[in-house]
């Protein structure tokens, strides 16, 4: 593209028989120089003339002789300028020889300088007027580009054509995104990349271009990609593509951020929808809301399951929810990738969601977004037949990643509703709030009783070997059978019996449970995730209080907590 510049030929305002200006003294391409304006050359002013203004002598120079003595008066002014002098009507003017340098017009002695004035003006804004025109027509093409189903390809396609140039977007990272050509950015890239400048115009080993700062509006500290335009033509870039450049990059800007706004809205439309199927008690037969799901892609003729996310190791409130935020976008940029169907949502202790996939499948993307060092846990919960389901699944994913944090052997990072052994499968399908009410009714006589309590689960965490319990608990084996005889007796039961060891072994559990559901309520933070015996009261489902001895049963049954049904 050639520079576009305000002004008018000279040519032109000679062809205007209204001004009736005669060239008296030519010079080479006199006719086709540039007048930007016209004014009066005052006297004292010599120091301020320019090039492309005509300049409009006032004094009246006479005739012949005189005429001629005048213009060498004027021969002094620098450069070559174009100087009209007013002849009087009738009057021959001969300047042949004349060896001054600037461009002589004649301006009849009657005429009104002013209308000159005017009239160069005029034809100077119509100039400006055409530039105007020129990029507003520029502005609504590439404006146009953002109706494409692909708007930002589509705009770099049309700058690239306007620019006759290659056009492309550098992400933050330093890809090229929508290239209409090869570019060097290797070598570009780097010189890009040492100005803090929003726009820079570069000429690198035969490269020359411009590139403008665009950002995404995700964060404060978004402004790290480019616009990039670049030739092989030395004149590159002139006005005209350094405006359409700027235009694109405004354009782009905009563009991705209706598309952030548009992805979030969508994002917070299918939260609210899965938030409202985990809410899922009573009446889970909810019509619209499965008609909702179906309108997202869900087919619970196929295998769907719920999954919950959660950090493995202990760190500070604020890296845990910067770590979480990034493993809910990439979780989500891989299931699209992958093209399940999917639904997330980020809460403060978890990322939770609704996977169309089988639960080997689920697994594997887990493992491939994972970080190093693995940070993450896996649940993934029971398939659903239906909206009602939902619910469920997740509650089973909860338990399967509670149960992966009380156990001692952290190289499982998954686990899945088919995994869990029979005493966790049964909390996970009777619910917690059941079993711990029943394991209130059975252990009733001895629950207030911290010794009795820690002495029973220490007998089940050691596989019932009295020689090992009563070391643990550092009293003589005899003094733990003696201990066990009342147990026995205040409860009624017999530890010989299989039926009585396995219902006391499952009240524990679910009293292990309910610990560890209300401490997790209490706090979301992982450091205070429940690791050993804890110090703080909780109430289980019939409102009696868990003490210190309660609440130490939660460290040898390997169970974790469940959702209340």
Sequence with gaps: ?????????????????????????????????????????????????????????????????????????????????????????????????????????GLPGDADPAELITEVARATARIEETLTRRLTTLQRSLAQALAAPRPLQSLTSRLAKVCSAVATIISSSGAAEHPTGPLPLSLLLPEIRRTRSESQIFGIEGWHGMAVRVSDGASDNAKGGWLLVASRRASFPDQYSMAAVYIAASLAETSMQIELAAQRQERAVRSAILEQALALRAERHDAELAERFASLGFSFGQETRCIVVELAQESSSVRDAAALDSMYHTLHRELTAEDIPHLLVLRENAVVGLLQTTASTARRTFVKVNGSPRDFLLGVGRQTNGVGDIVD?????????????????????????????????????????????????????????????????????????????????????????????????????????????????????????????????????????????GDSRVADAGGAVLDDAQQGLSSGFGAAIGPDR
């Design 1 to 105: 593209m050639t520079e576009i510049t305000a002004g008018c030929a000279l040519g032109d305002l000679l062809g205007n028989d209204r001004l009736g200006l005669t060239l008296l003294v030519d010079r080479p391409a006199a006719r086709g120089r540039l007048v930007r304006g016209a004014r009066l050359l005052l006297p004292g002013e010599h120091t301020q003339i320019c090039e492309d203004h005509i300049l409009i002598s006032l004094p009246d120079p006479g005739e012949g002789a005189s005429m001629r003595e005048y213009l060498e008066e004027l021969e002094s002014l620098p450069g070559s300028l174009i100087i009209a002098i007013r002849v009087k009507a009738g009057t021959v003017v001969s300047l042949d020889g004349w060896a001054g340098q600037h461009v002589v017009l």
């Design 393 to 533: 699944s997740y509650h089973d994913a909860q338990l399967a990643v509670l149960v992966l944090l009380r156990r001692v052997d952290a190289s499982q990072l998954s686990m899945v509703y088919e995994d869990f052994d029979f005493a966790t499968r049964l909390f996970s399908d009777v619910g917690l709030e059941k079993m711990t009410a029943w394991a209130g009714e059975l252990l009733r006589p001895i629950r207030d009783n911290k010794l009795m309590l820690q002495t029973l689960a220490t007998y089940f965490e050691y596989q019932q070997n009295i020689m090992e319990a009563a070391k643990v608990l550092a009293v003589h084996h005899n003094s733990l059978r003696y201990r066990l005889s009342k147990i026995e007796a205040a409860l009624n039961v017999s530890l010989r019996d299989p039926a009585a060891v396995s219902s006391l072994f499952l009240a524990l559990t679910a009293y292990s449970m309910a610990w560890a559901e209300s401490d997790l309520n209490r706090s979301i933070t992982p450091s205070a995730r429940p690791t050993a015996i």
